[in-house]
């Protein structure tokens, strides 16, 4: 795990297209997003941790403080190379900012997902971190795709 740098963008593209768990409009909106964050690292609203395996990148995770909240975070993104998922990775990305945010005065970290039927495995993922879905919006992306919305509180994490 290590911070972002310039030269990890196009591999990070590649496995956002990889995943085909994103449109071209939402890889369009990750890589906004990264780019702010090389562009400008002590910006405050976003984080990022990169997973690697010596020189390869693996995945990676963006999160951050949820302007006008008092310790609310967010998880704004997180992918994991197919060839490399089902190995844990992921699982350390979330710990990652679970840690982080809980260090900086976190009290919960939210994140959004979809109710279509692709996403079952990352639902089930997010279920198995210990996210519930407190939450939820029907047809907010589509009709007949909900946005969901789970939650871990910090006061009853068990682990990290
Ligand atoms: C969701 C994602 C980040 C998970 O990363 P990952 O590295 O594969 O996940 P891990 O290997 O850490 O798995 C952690 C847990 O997730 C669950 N999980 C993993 N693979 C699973 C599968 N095939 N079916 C059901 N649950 C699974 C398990 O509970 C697993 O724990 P276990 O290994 O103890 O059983 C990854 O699959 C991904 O990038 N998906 C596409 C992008 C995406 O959907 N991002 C989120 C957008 S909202």
Same mark, same amino acid.
């Given at each position: 795990?290590? @911070?972002?740098?310039?030269?990890d963008l196009p ?12 449109? @071209?409009?939402?890889?369009?909106c990750a890589l906004?997003?990264?780019? !702010?964050? !090389? ?8 984080? /990022? ?7 390869? /990148? ?21 992918? /994991? ?13 979330? &710990? ?12 919960? !970290? ?10 079952? &495995? ?30 871990? &509180?910090?006061?009853?994490m068990k682990d990290?």
């Open positions: 795990m290590r @911070e972002l740098r310039a030269t591999a990070l593209i590649l496995i956002l297209h990889q995943c085909e768990a994103f449109t @071209e409009v939402e890889i369009a906004e997003l990264l780019e !702010i964050m !090389i562009n400008d690292p002590l910006q405050q609203d976003y984080r /990022v941790a990169v997973a690697n395996g010596g020189d390869e /990148v693996q995945g990676y995770i963006l999160y951050g403080p949820v302007p006008m909240t008092e310790g609310t975070y967010d998880i704004y993104w997180i992918a /994991v190379d197919p060839d490399c998922q089902g190995q844990g990775i992921g699982r350390q990305l979330m &710990r990652h900012a679970e840690r982080q945010a809980r260090a900086a005065g976190g009290r919960m !970290i939210c994140l959004e997902t979809s109710s279509q039927g692709h996403y079952q &495995r990352t639902r089930e993922f997010y279920r198995q971190a210990g996210y519930c879905e407190e939450n939820r919006i029907r047809d907010f992306y589509r009709p007949g795709d909900d946005r969901l919305t789970y939650v871990k &509180r910090f006061t009853t990290s």
